[in-house]
């Protein structure tokens, strides 16, 4: 859930993770889909999306649900493909987004804590219903705390990746 939100953060460069999972209502209001779902996302520079629907018919509805969506792209209907250029990013829009990674990031910690929370109370449960031994307890207790440390420690290094690619100019 944190790599896909991450990759939804907009860096220096247009990226197919920015739109892929982006719902737009289609078919006349029948069905909301997403975008990978509805065409081909590709970046031929670091500064253009190209958005190649499969069904040609719904490339207005395409637009307009990514106009709705209020995530700060103009995208333009260029014959059968549609275009979406981004400006190059100033410092304050990267100073922005840096904030933005970092309340993502302590976002998913927070989750990856709250996980590990409800893990203790199960087993801090079945040591007092005598399920497991003492040795066992501090075992699990420490099993859960090495894994949330794994997770929280590849947040970090995702984290850090992607504010390599914001800061990068």
């Given amino acids: 859930m944190v790599q896909s939100d991450l ?5 220096g460069k247009a990226s197919a993770a920015l739109v892929d999972d982006l719902a ?22 670091h500064e253009t999306l190209i958005i190649e629907p ?23 209907i260029n014959g059968q493909i549609i275009r979406i250029s981004f400006p190059p ?10 904030k933005l990674l970092a309340t993502k990031l302590e976002s998913g910690r927070v989750m990856i804590r709250q996980v590990r929370q409800e893990g203790m109370h199960d087993i801090k449960k079945a040591f007092e219903e005598k399920t497991l031994s ?9 099993k859960l705390q090495e894994i949330t440390d794994e997770f ?12 390599e690619e914001l800061l990068q100019i």
């Fill in 7 to 11: 990759g939804s953060l907009r860096t």
């Fill in 24 to 45: 737009v209502m289609v078919y006349g209001g029948q069905q909301k889909l997403k975008i990978k779902e509805l065409a081909g996302v590709s970046s031929p520079d």
């Fill in 54 to 76: 499969w069904d040609k018919s719904i490339i207005g509805e395409i637009r307009q649900g990514i106009l709705s969506a209020n995530i700060g792209m103009n995208p333009s």
């Fill in 89 to 98: 990013m100033t410092t304050e829009d990267r100073e922005k987004y840096t």
């Fill in 134 to 142: 003492e040795d066992e307890k501090f075992a699990e207790e420490k």
């Fill in 152 to 163: 929280v420690e590849k947040i970090n290094v995702m984290g850090e990746k992607k504010k």
